[in-house]
């Protein structure tokens, strides 16, 4: 079992595959990618691409707490994609799932001062159109809360796999309890191209569900990341990973800052005693280097106080790699 486990989170960010076309340029395209959805829902559309990233504060600080881990996947379908989203809402349809763990500083003793244990699932649809020049998302998500996720004991038994201290039964036992919360999720966001190579892209997004905010933030990209590709968030970092990828190749450099205004959190109830810090800052900073089929992206985030008492700020990791043979 564990070794089931170990190579699951393996595959987690890192994918070997055989070569695929893309969704940009390849004319094999149309024939190689065309199948249908899950459950037939994307009727006549195409598979246009995947995308993932692997989220950890061992790749970051290292302190295994708070924001400890999240894997987010995304699979998009369309009707064709020529470098940029289509301009009709739900014309191109992105399937989105993910799973994270919060945790305390201490996985032993029950600090009623600090953030309790979590586990999270989610699964949604998403759209992304254009809307003049701006490029939007709009979604739901269906976020599965407490020990019926299951992952305080996928945790146990990863850390039993690489040898260190396990959640406690006290620790465990305090953990946000089973429910299930609605989610829906808007970003709009335009690009601003100062050359070729550099850009720049402020975006706003509201946020109502298992967290309720606002947020406002701003990526630049050095490189060529992005051009011709759809970009997904994800929320944890704030980092966007390539879900539909192009041909280019190269080394690019990200860096990114947003700030939030949060209403509430289901991870930080108030019959608990929590009280939300407002306004919840993020810094990330990551690289990508493409070449033919190998594809490695890394990036760092620092999270700003999540609730008052925090004792500390947070520097998380994120990491994907693609391997094509």
């Not at 995947?50 to 379908?77: C, E, I, P, Q």
């Not at 039993?160 to 201290?165: A, C, E, F, G, I």
């Amino acid at each position: 079992m564990l070794r089931l486990i170990a190579l699951a989170l393996f595959a987690a960010f890192v994918s070997f595959a055989p070569a695929e076309a893309t969704a940009q340029t390849d004319p094999r395209f149309e024939s190689v990618q065309k199948r249908s959805g899950p459950f037939g829902l994307m009727g006549g559309r195409e598979r246009l691409g995947y995308g993932r990233l692997t989220t950890n504060d061992m790749f970051g600080d290292g302190k295994d707490r708070w924001r400890t881990g999240s894997l987010t996947t995304s699979r998009v379908w369309g009707y064709g994609w020529d470098g940029r989203a289509p301009s009709r809402f739900g014309d191109l349809i992105e399937l989105r799932l993910q799973g994270q763990i919060i945790a305390p500083v201490d996985l032993v003793n029950v600090n009623l001062a600090d953030r309790p244990w979590a586990g999270a699932l989610q699964a949604g649809l998403h759209t992304h159109f254009m809307m003049g020049e701006a490029d939007v998302s709009v979604g739901g998500d269906l976020v599965v809360i407490g020990p019926q996720t299951n992952l305080d004991d996928f945790q146990d038994a990863l850390h039993q796999l690489v040898n260190v201290r396990s959640p406690s039964d006290n620790v465990l036992n305090n953990q946000i309890g089973n429910r299930i919360r609605p989610t829906l999720v808007v970003e709009a966001g335009r690009s601003y191209a100062w050359s070729d190579r550099f850009r720049f892209r402020p975006f706003a997004e509201g946020r109502a569900g298992d967290e309720t905010l606002v947020r406002v933030g701003a990526d630049l990209t050095f490189g060529v990341m992005g051009l011709g590709e759809l970009m997904v968030r994800e929320s944890i970092t704030g980092h966007r990973y390539r879900a539909v990828k192009g041909e280019n190749e190269g080394l690019s450099f990200v860096l990114g800052a947003d700030i939030a205004h949060v209403f509430d959190s289901v991870y930080l109830p108030e019959n608990r005693g929590y009280q939300l810090v407002e306004t919840r800052e993020r810094v990330r900073l990551g690289v990508q280097y493409q070449n033919q089929g190998t594809g490695l992206f890394y990036g760092l985030t620092w999270l700003g106080e999540e609730f008052v008492g925090q004792t500390d700020d947070q520097l998380v990791g994120s990491l994907k790699l693609d391997i094509r043979w």
